[in-house]
């Protein structure tokens, strides 16, 4: 578990907390409801990854790569990756 995990889950959602490295941490967010096309397993997607040492966050590439370190104030509930908003996209967020 991380100490002050700033977001709360959506509804419908939870986080999950998996060692991914040594000192590396997954972050996944689950899907509880359930879905005919896979049989009525959980779906999960990677929210990013946190380091234990160095206690900064990191936006995913995919579920294995780790991206870019990212500041906690611009991650959002669904997803640690930045938005990529043109100035006038930016002026209205």
């Not at 997607?45 to 870019?68: H, R």
């Amino acid at each position: 578990m991380i100490p002050n995990f700033p977001h709360e889950a959506p509804k419908n959602y939870c986080y999950e907390f998996e060692d991914f490295k040594r000192n590396i941490i997954a972050i996944w967010l689950r899907c509880d409801l359930r879905f005919d096309y896979n049989l009525g397993v959980p779906t999960r997607t990677i929210w990013g990854f946190y380091d234990t040492k160095k206690q900064q966050y990191f936006s995913p590439v995919n579920s294995k790569s780790i991206g870019a370190c990212v500041n906690i104030k611009d991650t959002r509930n669904y997803t640690a990756m930045p938005l990529k908003l043109n100035p006038l996209e930016a002026a209205f967020v």
